[in-house]
């Protein structure tokens, strides 16, 4: 019995004394980084993948912006900080030129956690700047006028003009319903005057509000 104890206790000894504290020194070289968008924010709202390049990824943050990566998400870069919302609902690249990026602002859910949209972006250098196409202030008139929309040419659908001004004007009337069912599901807005005479009437409404003496402002040299 007493060679048993002292066995124990010698393998205690000597395992306790094998053993090394773990101290600072040990980590010094681990550090926290930013690997993508699921660290902040990490709503994921749509990823668009570079069909002539599966490297190249977009991924629409629900409230983090547009992120892109080069080499199939061991690192992103954030490339819609500039605009002037963060909510993003979809995006998308135009199947015939990459570099071409389409980007949904707002997000289709409800919630406290949601933030605003104010339209449809468009890129044509891969994410490197940014336009507004329009759904913000841009309404179509005189959408079930036959006669107008054949005298201009579907050129009274602007909505659909500044979202695919590459489209020939005359399928303007079919492509508004897909933008319509579009924006609805985004809950984007989308304006439209039921006369041409209508649009004019609130242009010029607009611009006299817009130059009104208490909105207005003049810079001094």
């Avoid at 668009?48 to 061991?74: F, H, L, M, Q, R």
């Avoid at 659908?157 to 933008?179: D, R, T, W």
Wanted: proline share 5%; net charge negative; aromatic share 12%.
């Amino acid at each position: 019995m007493i060679g048993v104890v002292f066995n124990i206790d010698a393998q205690r000894r000597k395992s306790s004394a094998t053993t090394n504290p773990i101290d600072s020194e040990l980590f010094s070289n681990l550090k926290f980084r930013n690997i993508g968008p699921a660290f902040m924010s990490g709503r994921i709202a749509d990823i668009a993948i570079d069909p002539t390049n599966e490297n190249v990824w977009y991924v629409a943050v629900g409230s983090g912006g547009v992120w892109k990566t080069v080499n199939a998400g061991t690192t992103f870069e954030p490339i819609f900080d500039d605009q002037p919302v963060y909510s993003i609902g979809c995006v998308t690249i135009d199947p015939s030129n990459p570099y071409t990026i389409w980007v949904g602002t707002g997000e289709n859910v409800g919630g406290r956690h949601a933030g605003f949209g104010d339209g449809i972006y468009r890129s044509t250098d891969g994410g490197a700047s940014w336009t507004n196409m329009g759904l913000k202030t841009t309404c179509n008139y005189g959408m079930d006028d036959k006669v107008l929309s054949w005298f201009l040419g579907g050129l009274n659908f602007q909505i659909e003009h500044h979202l695919f001004p590459e489209i020939c004007h005359v399928h303007y009337p079919a492509v508004s319903k897909l933008v319509q069912q579009t924006v609805k599901e985004f809950e984007l807005p989308y304006y439209a005057f039921p006369s041409f005479g209508a649009a004019v009437a609130s242009h010029f409404k607009h611009m006299k509000e817009m130059g009104s003496a208490k909105d207005l402002k003049v810079q001094v040299a």
